[in-house]
């Protein structure tokens, strides 16, 4: 059964430093997304992606997140200068369509990240 | 803000019983509302997806329904399992409809022997 892979499973890394986590949707899915669960929190959400561009964010979807298509097959979030706070689940997801019309989510498995 | 009541406290049933989880919202009345599963450390598991012009939606052994008078969807489990035991996390989408998706703190159910 397809399903959205990601990478690394575990990262730890000091305050200020760059991450960037990696995708791999679903083959036939349009509609990206990254979501983030702090720990014994609300899955939330970040941001949405379609047709090579954003069509979505969320508050916390500041200057220091920014997502990407670099291929046919990737999807990466990135972080400049992570906080603390940054610790956390991260989740992406992909969907064949949007809304009401099949629009469920797959979910991967995660990334937790963890900033020292 | 759209705000998402779930049973904070964990449901703890008999196998076989039925589970009935609650989800509950404040505000605007979404499209379409849907239910995933999590488990610990786990990305959360697509469920069912109910419309607003639709009353029930079955899948198995899994019933939801879509109140939008009440603002209230029921999540249903009959004849539960061990194997049930997670968190379940209703989702409901916000205006735009681009599955910017809120999420409530989801109910924990534990199925007991």
């Known amino acids: 059964e397809p399903e959205v892979t990601q990478t690394p499973s575990h990262q730890v890394t000091q305050m200020g430093q760059e991450v960037i986590l990696r995708c791999v949707p679903i083959s036939n899915h349009l509609y990206f997304y990254w979501y983030r669960q702090i720990l014994g929190q609300k899955v939330e959400f970040l941001v949405s992606f379609y047709n090579n561009e954003i069509s979505e964010k969320s508050e916390i979807f500041d200057d220091q997140f920014s997502v990407e298509r670099p291929d046919g097959s990737n999807f990466t979030l990135k972080i400049r200068s992570t906080k603390l706070e940054d610790s956390a689940m991260y989740f992406c997801?992909?969907?064949?369509?949007?809304?009401?019309?099949?629009?469920?989510?797959?979910f991967g498995e995660g990334s937790r990240l963890t900033v020292l | 803000s759209q705000k998402i009541e779930q049973n904070s406290e964990a449901l703890n049933i008999q196998e076989g019983k039925t589970a009935t989880l609650t989800c509950n919202y404040t505000n605007y009345s979404p499209a379409y509302l849907q239910w995933y599963r999590q488990d610990p450390g786990r990305g959360p598991v697509f469920l069912l997806l109910i419309r607003e012009n639709e009353k029930e939606k079955r899948k198995e052994r899994l019933k939801v329904t879509f109140d939008t008078t009440l603002k209230q969807s029921l999540f249903h489990i009959t004849a539960s399992q061990p194997a049930d035991s997670a968190t379940y996390l209703c989702?409901?989408?916000?205006?735009?409809?681009?599955?910017?998706?809120?999420f409530g703190a989801g109910t924990r159910l534990a199925v007991h022997p």
């Open positions: 989702a409901l989408d916000s205006p735009g409809g681009y599955n910017k998706l809120i």
């Open positions: 997801a992909s969907s064949e369509n949007r809304g009401a019309n099949t629009g469920e989510l797959f």
